[in-house]
């Protein structure tokens, strides 16, 4: 079988037993599930709850209103967030679509789906390994594997057995399904296949994550809840206090209930929400981040650690010569010019030259020098067994033998005393150290064009270079910044420890000391890895399992967690992290796709705009949903009071509807747009324990309604006429909420300050909401419609008193509560220094 590969038959057998070469898919969801998830949220149902009631009373139009309302709501969540699962897909497309295998003897091309175990696989350069094959026979063979394991360099392969366990990147007999071959040739037999390869492994990991209920999210079900609990136990109290004291019926308690359900709800405020996280899609997709999932835009900002992966992350994912050390510029240049096999004519510019990452390294580094190449009579390629390339080349009347490759090697063919050789080998350690490869340069001037292995003797060593793939500038100022917003960054990569904690020092990650490898993180349980994990910024050569375990135990720890990466292996992790973060230019289908985002410059740089962005966001979210609230509880205290006094309800429905509807149309979505605030960077991410409102928070909601409902109910009891009073209420509470949004824009500090004419939506809402106020008080068909009647310039100038008046209390509040806070954040700074 080892020399002509299976019989048509057996494979067939196989093929049976096993199943085709293919990933398993996940079940999608149906589009009605899909749909009918954003109905389901709790206050939507009470708002169904109630249009169904008005519509079994009779109640029509009332209920089609609210009906209506919730009906909008829902789709036009459904459209914002809705995102095809294509994982799956992307990691198909990772597997070669066709093979050439021996079938008794005989080449044959087959279709990937067919291959089957045991199977003989011939493999050329250009060809995606199609399933896991164990190599039998291997010419000259790399393979680039970065997209498994994330090392950059392309790895040579072998047909020598490991003895013992091994990862993924060190299995040198081993093709992995997915990966390309660079160069050579080889053939092996399929080992695995389908769900059982290593992208196989990781599609199951995939499958297998659970989508992350993101902070905002978590915290608006919280809001929902106490919103519903609060309503039912005003409804509960409302319905025994007026029955027992004022034997009210009950059907005008059941309208009354409805009336308070309708006005104490924020309707407006999913809609509201959606557009200010769509509108933050749209801003950072401006900067080069593509955001796939609207409730992304918040996550980013309460991020508290950032877990990267190195090679094309943190760093070019391109090898530099970063040092040379030599006494003779000019032959190592040399050398580097001529001995390689890339460059092939003069005029060559090195984008035009791909191929063997290090030669490209070193042919960029002398690639200002524009020498000219020396002709190749004869050349001895550079292979793994002996560790050196040579060349030989035409010089005056002789020739002379160009030499590169592994200084130890280098060093002991060359002309020098044991203590030349010693201060080498120290410097060679020294570049070793700092995570660089170290390549040795050497020559032999001879008079034959005799070129072998034996004559490489009594060479003429030059000198060294240390490679590496080193960090982006962009990423060093990104991971101070991160730090200075109190986010950690940790760097988990495929690559050797070495050179992980060389670039973990330049990019200035802080705990750089101690670095788990992946054999470490499997020796921890589940549990003790959680104790370490937030005192370890660097892992090393770890596989997609690893990076899946720490991104779990970080958020064990309550971490909001932020993973990047660019590979095949990387998508688990991506999946499973609050925000996976993939690299849009170099970043393989299958993270693009596991993703939350994608970085359209791969510039780790633009996460830290992100995440500024991010912390925008939330806090304009903050902004509107403080807005909000105060209005919902006067409207519902309101009806509260109509019936704790046994009066007729204030507000219809109707009228109910259309305050919050107004206000959703013209000044909630203004807060919007306010810009970032200028601490935004230098305060630490916030307590994702803590719920979307603070103590402070409820207080001024509280106390705001009151300012709103009070003088309002007042001042509409004075005139007569339920019509004129409903219009005074009505005009009153919108007045109320255009001064308080104004409040609004800053939580503590004066509302009108030196940017409150940067944001001119503000200006259109309010001009907005008077053309519809003007519409609905003063036009015939409106006032029939909503149930208003045209008001006086004396009542309108009472109204806009009161509405001044508000907007006075609560600045003088917002100063005085910010000193409150400044004194106890003082006390508390001062306690923790003691």
């Known amino acids: 079988m080892a020399e002509s590969g299976l019989t048509q038959n057996e494979r067939q057998i196989r093929l049976e037993q096993n199943g085709p070469n293919k990933l398993a898919q996940k079940a999608q969801v149906k589009l009605w599930k899909k749909i009918a998830k954003h109905f389901t949220d709790l206050l939507m149902l009470v708002l169904i709850g109630a249009a169904l009631l008005k519509f079994l009373t009779g109640e029509v139009i009332e209920g089609s ?35 050439t295998v021996l079938i008794e003897g005989q080449p044959v091309n087959v279709t990937s789906e067919e291959l089957v175990q045991g199977d003989i696989v011939l493999l050329k350069a250009g060809d995606v390994v199609p399933a ?7 010419h000259d063979v790399t393979v680039e594997e970065a997209i498994l394991t994330g090392e950059s360099e392309p790895v040579e392969k072998n047909i020598a057995t490991i003895a013992g366990e091994a990862l993924a990147g060190d299995q040198l007999n081993m093709a992995f399904s997915g990966t390309l071959v660079q160069t050579g040739t080889a053939r092996g037999i399929v080992v695995e296949t389908g769900d059982t390869t290593e992208i196989g492994q990781i ?94 835009v918040e996550t980013l900002g309460s991020m508290t650690v950032i877990c990267s992966d190195k090679t094309g992350t943190l760093t070019k994912n391109e090898m530099t010569v970063t040092d040379v050390l030599t006494k003779n510029t000019v032959t190592i240049k040399e050398i580097m010019n001529n001995c390689q096999e890339l ?138 910044q991160a730090q200075q917003a109190g986010i950690s960054v940790k760097m988990i990569t495929g690559d050797h420890k070495a050179t992980a904690q060389a670039i973990s020092e330049q990019i200035g990650l802080k705990h750089v000391s101690k670095v788990l490898e992946g054999i470490d993180i499997d020796l921890l349980s589940d549990e003790e890895l959680s104790e370490v994990v937030d005192k370890v910024d660097v892992y090393a050569r770890t596989t997609p399992e690893h990076k899946l375990r720490i991104v779990t135990a970080l958020q064990k720890k309550e971490e909001i967690v932020g993973m990047t990466g660019d590979g095949v292996n990387d998508a688990p992790a991506l999946k499973q992290a609050d925000v996976g973060i993939a690299m849009g230019i170099k970043g393989s289908e299958v993270s693009k796709q596991a993703a939350d985002m994608v970085l359209a410059d791969d510039n780790f740089y633009t996460i830290v705009n992100a995440v500024k962005e991010g912390r925008r966001i939330f806090d304009n979210l903050q902004k509107t949903i403080n807005f909000f609230l105060p209005t919902a509880l006067a409207q519902g205290l309101i009806v509260i009071v109509a019936l704790l006094m046994n009066r007729p309800l204030p507000l219809t429905p109707i009228q109910i509807l259309w305050v919050n509807m107004v206000t959703t149309i013209t000044l909630s979505y203004a807060l919007g747009f306010e810009k970032v605030s200028e601490d935004a960077m230098k305060r630490p991410p916030r307590d994702t324990k803590a719920g979307i409102l603070s103590g402070y928070n409820f207080f001024r909601i509280v106390y705001v309604s009151l300012l709103i409902m009070v003088p309002a109910y007042l001042l509409a009891m004075r005139f007569d006429g339920s019509a004129l009073q409903q219009t005074i209420l009505l005009q009153s509470i919108v007045l109320g909420q255009a001064v308080y949004m104004i409040n609004c824009r800053e939580l503590v500090d004066p509302a009108i300050n030196r940017r409150f004419f940067e944001n ?46 508000l907007f006075l209390v609560v600045e003088i509040e917002k100063k005085i509560s910010k000193t409150i806070i400044q004194r106890k954040t003082k006390s508390v700074s001062q306690y923790m220094n003691d």
């Open 65 to 99: 209103i609210i009906f209506l309302v919730v009906i909008v709501n829902g789709f036009v969540g459904y459209w914002q967030e809705r995102k095809a699962e294509e994982s799956l897909d992307g990691l198909k497309q990772m597997m070669g679509q066709e093979a």
């Open 343 to 480: 460059k092939t004519k003069d005029d060559q510019t090195i984008e035009e030259i791909q191929g063997n990452p290090t030669e490209r390294a070193l042919l960029k580094y002398i690639s200002e020098e524009k020498m000219k190449l020396k002709p190749i009579l004869a050349k001895i390629p550079f292979n793994s067994s002996y560790k050196y390339m040579a060349t030989l080349h035409d010089k005056a009347n002789q020739y002379i033998i160009f030499v590169k490759g592994a200084p130890e090697v280098l060093l002991e063919k060359a002309q020098l005393t044991d203590e030349e050789k010693r201060e080498w080998q120290e410097k060679g350690l020294s570049l070793a150290r700092k995570g660089q490869r170290v390549l040795g340069f050497a020559y032999k001037e001879v008079s034959s064009t005799e070129l072998t292995h034996e004559n490489l003797t009594e060479l003429t060593f030059v000198g060294m270079a240390g490679i590496i793939d080193p960090p982006k500038e962009s990423a060093i100022k990104a991971v101070g």
């Open 203 to 296: 599609n199951q990991a995939l499958q297998s994550v659970q989508a992350q209920t993101t902070p905002l999210v978590k915290k608006m079900h919280q809001l929902n809840k106490q919103i519903f609990r609060g309503i039912l136990a005003l409804i509960v109290f409302l319905l025994f206090f007026t029955s027992f004291r004022y034997g009210m019926d009950w059907g005008l308690l059941f309208s009354a209930s409805i009336a308070l359900i309708v006005s104490m709800i924020p309707e407006g405020l999913p809609a509201v929400m959606t557009m200010i996280l769509s509108m933050g899609v749209k801003e950072m997709a401006e900067e080069n981040a593509i955001i796939k999932g609207m409730p992304t």
């Open 132 to 138: 896991d094959l164990r190599l039998i026979e291997s």
């Open 760 to 805: 001119k939506l503000l200006f259109i809402s309010l001009g907005i909401l008077l053309v519809l106020q003007v519409t609905v008080i003063f036009l015939p068909f409106a006032q029939q419609l909503i149930g208003t009647t045209a008001l006086s310039l004396s009542q309108q100038l009472v109204i806009t008193g009161n509405a001044l008046l």
